[in-house]
């Protein structure tokens, strides 16, 4: 997929439809991709641009393998996997948080600074690990892939870490929030060997997004 | 639990018969095209003691070394991570007395710890050259032009080198505690202005803008350089930027100009760069090597030598090799004698065929079929007449009469 045409990653999903609004602002057009959810690639002709949408958790990979010069990535996911890539805009979308949160009855006599050894249902393992390992504590993540919030009813676990934006599944599953591990927002994210060798293109749309997200930040 | 015998350990591999073919041509031609350029070949070993092993090393990659102990003195060895460190203790130890500067080029395998789902190799084959004991831009430029000539010889003359210079971050980030500085060299390796922002909130605003305008200064080299004479207020800033810029444009008056681009807020690998920093990509953004002056290293083992160097990387290059440009045709072999002398193949041998004679009794169609399957393009199939044997080729089955001669010859014109 790689020459000079410039290829970019779009999520599906909560952040499409920024996504798409940032490209706009910046004179390309995927708004196709808001109506045809089957069509997974969209040419933007006049830019010369080619669009791909796919699993905002797999944009990393995608980035960091050649495939796409360009992607747009949760900050938990760039987190989480540490790829080799670079993460040059702060998009500002796409806002939530990582949290560690236990049931409201077990929150009533916790006392966190005692923790030495706990158990922990998440998608986030490697983000999970290095939270607990960094406070000296030992950390038994229990993976899983969805519905994070069942684990403690069902006594899975008796914590879970896991995104949170509005707190409503939380709340509807009996949680409360313990800790923010980490804010997240989407980021711009680009390939490194793509910079060297496209960095004309690449260079004057980042500045187009950031001077538009600069004067007038993008809602959801 | 039974062992799978078969099983290989993460991050290693086997390279068959074209691969390994390409490989071997990658490493010798850029070995004879770095002999040819009067770079002399040094082995070292495939472990050091740890104390060795380290220097040089960030501690990710201290973490990544594969370690063990030494039998009778119970000290901690390590399998080596990288070869210039040893090329540097070298020219500080047995090549301390011949003259300067010194040339050397190498040929080997360094091991890190491949971390999983990361795509990481354990054993990374490298092929690389220094220039020991030449402080001037003119060694910086010789190692970039062995560089481009080598990518040269064997066949891929689109690449692009990004330069940049430790010693110009390095500059800019004076006075900075250490625990910043690392925290800075995270955030400039992802080019996050924002995370940049966050660490430097408390920084004067002069320092602050500075530091994060770092993660703006690549591109073209001209405007990079503009950009980049803005900030640098301090004599090594400005002298870093002088030393970059000389550099630059002597490639630039070899006609290197479109395939250079310069990105001074890359701050990454080997920690004892102190000068300009390589990275090489092929035209599809494969990494094929980095590099870079290294002035306080082989003072590590003695005396105080300044230092510049690069090593390809094998598997890059083989990458690059099958997808950005059509590799020579190859074959297993070139024929399949039956039948006939050992002379007759000693002849076939010496005029530089491969020549395969099958062991044992032989069946016609066995053979046909062997030669298709191992990519051998022709069979030889004597016995019948003196002198004359029957041509048959792999692909398409044609059968024709001829002499060796006249084969050795037919088979060199097409």
């Keep these: 997929m790689r020459n000079s045409k410039i290829t970019v990653a779009i999520p599906k999903g909560r952040n499409l439809k920024p996504t798409v609004e940032l490209f706009k602002r910046a004179g390309i057009d995927f708004s196709p991709a808001l109506t045809n959810d089957r069509k997974l690639i969209f040419d933007d002709e006049k830019a010369g641009i080619?669009?791909?949408?796919?699993?905002?958790?797999?944009?990393?990979?995608?980035v960091e393998g050649g495939a796409v010069d360009i992607g747009v990535s949760g900050k938990d996911q760039l987190d989480e996997q540490e790829k080799n890539i670079y993460e040059m805009l702060d998009l500002g979308y796409g806002y939530c948080r990582l949290v560690l949160c236990e049931p409201a009855s077990l929150k009533e006599n916790d006392d966190p600074s005692r923790w030495t050894n706990i158990r922990v249902a998440s998608k986030f393992t490697n983000l999970t690990t290095k939270y607990f390992q960094a406070r000296g504590i030992h950390?038994?993540?229990?993976?899983?892939?969805?519905?994070?919030?069942?684990?403690?009813?069902?006594?899975?676990?008796?914590?879970?870490?896991?995104?949170?934006?509005t707190g409503a599944t939380l709340k509807a599953n009996g949680l409360v929030e313990v800790e923010t591990i980490m804010d997240v927002t989407a980021r711009l994210v680009v390939n490194r060997a793509s910079l060297k060798t496209k960095h004309k293109a690449i260079s004057s749309l980042i500045k187009a997004m950031e001077e538009s997200l600069s004067k007038n930040p993008i809602k959801e | 639990m039974k062992l799978n015998p078969t099983a290989i350990p993460h991050g290693t591999r086997t390279y068959l018969f074209e691969e390994a073919a390409n490989k071997r041509f990658l490493e010798q031609t850029i070995h004879s095209h770095l002999r040819s350029r009067g770079f002399q070949e040094i082995v070292t070993p495939p472990f050091e003691y740890h104390e060795s092993a380290t220097i040089g090393l960030r501690e990710e990659e201290r973490n990544r070394l594969i370690r063990f102990t030494e039998g009778d003195s119970g000290r901690i060895i390590a399998l080596r991570a990288d070869i210039t460190s040893q090329v540097a203790r070298s020219a500080a130890t047995h090549l301390l007395s011949r003259p300067l500067p010194l040339r050397l080029c190498y040929t080997g395998?360094?091991?890190?710890?491949a971390r999983k789902g990361k795509g990481e190799k354990f054993v990374i084959s490298q092929s690389g050259m220094e220039i020991i004991g030449h402080a001037g831009e003119d060694a910086d430029v010789e190692i970039v032009r062995s560089i481009v000539s080598a990518l040269d010889k064997v066949g891929l003359s689109g690449f692009s080198l990004s330069l940049g210079h430790a010693g110009f971050i390095g500059a800019i980030l004076e006075g900075c505690d250490e625990s910043d500085c690392e925290k800075i060299r995270a955030a400039l390796i992802k080019k996050d202005k924002g995370m940049l922002a966050k660490i430097l909130a408390d920084a004067p605003a002069q320092k602050k803008s500075k530091i994060i305008s770092l993660a703006d200064l690549f591109g073209d080299g001209e405007e990079v350089f503009k950009k980049a004479g803005?900030?640098?207020?301090?004599?090594?800033?400005?002298?870093?930027l002088?030393?970059?810029?000389?550099?630059?444009n002597a490639l630039r008056g070899a006609g290197l100009r479109e395939k250079i681009s310069i990105d001074l807020g890359e701050m990454r690998g080997f920690g004892y760069y102190t000068g300009v920093n390589m990275e090489l990509f092929s035209p599809s953004g494969i990494p094929l090597g980095t590099g870079g002056r290294y002035d306080n290293l082989v003072k590590r083992f003695g005396p105080d030598i300044p230092a510049v160097g690069f090593g390809f990387d094998i598997d890059g290059m083989i990458e690059a090799l099958a997808k950005d440009i059509s590799a020579p045709a190859w074959h297993g072999s070139d024929v399949v004698l039956v039948?006939?002398?050992?002379?007759?193949?000693?002849?076939?041998?010496?005029?530089?065929?491969?020549?395969?004679?099958?062991?044992?009794?032989?069946?016609?169609?066995?053979?046909?079929?062997?030669?298709?399957?191992?990519?051998i393009p022709h069979i030889l199939l004597g016995g019948s007449k003196e002198g004359s044997f029957s041509w048959i080729k792999s692909a398409s089955g044609s059968t024709e009469n001829c002499g060796l001669d006249d084969f050795i010859k037919k088979y060199f014109s097409k």
Excluded: C, H, Q, W
Aim: glycine share 8%.
């Design chain 2, 242 to 248: 002088e030393n970059l810029e000389k550099i630059y």
């Design chain 2, 339 to 375: 039948g006939g002398s050992k002379e007759n193949a000693d002849k076939l041998r010496s005029a530089g065929l491969m020549v395969i004679v099958p062991l044992g009794e032989t069946d016609l169609d066995e053979v046909k079929s062997f030669a298709k399957k191992m990519d």
């Design chain 1, 139 to 165: 950390v038994e993540i229990i993976k899983l892939y969805g519905s994070i919030e069942i684990a403690p009813l069902v006594g899975l676990s008796e914590r879970v870490v896991d995104l949170v934006s």
């Design chain 2, 230 to 240: 803005a900030i640098a207020d301090s004599d090594n800033s400005r002298s870093a």
């Design chain 1, 50 to 62: 080619t669009g791909i949408i796919v699993r905002d958790t797999d944009i990393p990979v995608y």
């Design chain 2, 109 to 113: 395998s360094v091991f890190r710890r």
